[in-house]
C-alpha cells in the first residue's frame, strides 16, 4: 500500500491557507523521473530551485483545490526531507477571507500505482474534519 498526505490548514484571521504535501521520497522521485524524464536526488539535490519547481508542477498537476466553489491557485514557498525517507512539500494559498466549503481532487501518484491512497486532513478556525481516498476515487469534500 502507498499513503501519501494532504494536509490544509486556515484561520480566518490569517486570511490565508497553508496547504501541506507529504510523500515518500522514493514515491516522489518516481514520479518526477516519469513526468520529466531525468532522476531526481531529493535528499541530495543538484538544483535546488528547478527540483522545487519540479515539485510544485507535479503536484499542481495531481492536486486540485476549490474553496466555496472556486479554483484556486497556490505556490510553493519550500520543502524539507527527514529521517522517515519522506518529503514535506509545502504551498501558500493567499487572499482567502473566508471557508465555507474545500473541495479536493487528489490524483497524487495515481499514475504509479493502483493501491494509492491518499490521507486528507483540513482544519478550518481549529475544526479538524478528514477523508481517505483509494485509487482511483479522487474526490473529498469537506463543509465548515
Known amino acids: 500500500t502507498y499513503i501519501?498526505?494532504?494536509?490544509i490548514d486556515y484561520t480566518s484571521q490569517d486570511k490565508f491557507v497553508t496547504l501541506l504535501s507529504k510523500t515518500f521520497i522514493d514515491d516522489l522521485e518516481l514520479a518526477l523521473?516519469?513526468?520529466f524524464a531525468k532522476k531526481e536526488n531529493i535528499a541530495n539535490p543538484g538544483d535546488?530551485?528547478?527540483?522545487?519547481?519540479?515539485?510544485?508542477?507535479?503536484?499542481?498537476?495531481?492536486?486540485?483545490v476549490k474553496i466555496n466553489g472556486r479554483p484556486v491557485d497556490f505556490s510553493i514557498t519550500g520543502y524539507k526531507t527527514d529521517e522517515n525517507n519522506s518529503v514535506a512539500i509545502y504551498f501558500r494559498i493567499n487572499k482567502i477571507d473566508s471557508i465555507n466549503k474545500i473541495e479536493i481532487t487528489d490524483t497524487v501518484f495515481y499514475?504509479?500505482?493502483?493501491?494509492?491512497?491518499q490521507i486528507i486532513y483540513v482544519t478550518v478556525d481549529g475544526n479538524l474534519k478528514s477523508n481517505k481516498l483509494r485509487n482511483p476515487s479522487s474526490k473529498a469534500v469537506f463543509d465548515f
Open 4 to 7: 501519501a498526505v494532504v494536509q
Open 33 to 35: 523521473q516519469k513526468k
Open 111 to 117: 499514475e504509479l500505482y493502483n493501491s494509492q491512497i
Open 48 to 64: 535546488a530551485k528547478s527540483l522545487s519547481l519540479e515539485m510544485e508542477d507535479y503536484v499542481k498537476s495531481h492536486l486540485m
